[in-house]
């Protein structure tokens, strides 16, 4: 590890229940007899960046976690044992279509004062908890929480650390927007920020580079995709190459703010693959075909690998 990823990891808070979170992990790669298990790792919705250590105020970004969690979905579908580390509060799979205030919208009294679901949602409410159960039964989806950067850089190292028996077989999705800018632990101050101190002055620093080490030292052996957003499109797929050079990405899925849920752009050594929600279906989304794909790619990589 480098010095700025040292010092990030030993002045971060120590993780909340680290040990409950590896035997998890332990566990979870374990139940595999075949070892021949693909296992991905999906990180969904953005991290917080606290401005206190009894934080009251966080700097937050925009991301939703619906990519993390349909993309999870399909995964799932295509025989993979997903580990979702995801942002708390955002998107879940199996519930993408439901309301979400599900539980006062999807439910109502009966005569007898009985609880049932409204015929309007009957059908969604029976999927998503059809769907949920098959997957908690089969053992195949492990969900880890984060909320601050802090939390998900630690959880992240632990899964990649855990994973890299897997070899090839391990993927590692990142579509979690994660934060750039942090402030270090130990310069952070303990209490809420008073505003009559006047105008607020702060200084952020530089979260270290972490895909570097994840791609080149924590888990050298699996298959990286990572996420590129961009407001500006001029400039999108050029930035997205530069990051699959620069941390030896397998590809890097370019995506621009307001149309990430119509098309993305699947950046390879070699190729620019757009890939489109089919608009002639209601309900579609972008994730299924992008995740067809990828599985494809990630086929390809293990057979190489084995030769
Ligand atoms: O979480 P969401 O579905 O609202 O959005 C997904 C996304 C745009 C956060 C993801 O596709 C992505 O690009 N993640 C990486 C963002 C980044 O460049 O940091």
Redesign the pocket.
Same mark, same amino acid.
């Given at each position: 590890m480098d010095s700025e990823t040292e010092s990030f990891f030993e002045s971060a808070p120590p993780l909340k229940e680290r040990d409950i979170i590896s035997e998890k992990l332990k566990q979870f790669i374990q139940n595999d007899d075949t070892n021949r298990r693909r296992v991905v790792c999906v990180t #969904? +919705?953005g991290t917080t960046v606290p401005l206190e250590q009894r934080c009251v105020r966080y700097i937050d970004n925009?991301? #939703? +976690?619906?990519?993390?969690a349909a993309s999870t979905e399909y995964f799932v579908k295509a025989g993979y044992a997903v580990i979702f580390l995801y942002r708390r509060g955002t998107c879940q799979p199996y519930c993408r279509s439901l309301p979400d205030n599900a539980f006062l919208e999807c439910f109502e009294f009966t005569h007898e004062s009985n609880i049932q679901v409204r015929e309007t949602y009957s059908e969604a409410v029976k999927k998503a908890i059809r769907d949920h159960h098959a997957v908690v039964e089969r053992g195949v989806l492990l969900k880890l929480p984060f909320t601050t950067i802090f939390e998900y850089l630690q959880i992240l190292q632990m899964i990649a650390v855990t994973t890299r028996s897997l070899g090839p077989h391990a993927m590692f999705y990142l579509?979690?927007?994660?934060s750039d800018f942090y402030v270090p632990w130990e310069s952070m101050v303990e209490h809420k920020i008073q505003s009559a101190s006047g105008p607020l002055d702060m200084r952020l620093v530089q979260v270290p580079k972490m895909l570097s080490v994840l791609r080149k030292k924590w888990a050298p052996m699996a298959f990286f995709i990572s996420?590129?957003?961009e407001t500006d499109i001029k400039i999108l797929l050029e930035k997205a190459d530069m990051a699959r050079k620069k941390y030896e990405m397998h590809a890097v899925?370019a995506?621009e703010?307001l149309t990430?849920k119509e098309e993305v752009v699947v950046v390879t050594d070699n190729e620019k693959i757009p890939v489109h929600r089919d608009r002639s279906q209601a309900g579609s989304d972008v994730e299924s075909p992008l995740i067809e794909l990828l599985v494809g790619r990630h086929s390809v990589y293990i057979k190489d690998s084995n030769t």
């Open positions: #969904s +919705g925009f991301s #939703s +976690g619906y990519r993390g579509a979690a927007a994660v996420f590129k957003l899925v995506n703010l990430r």
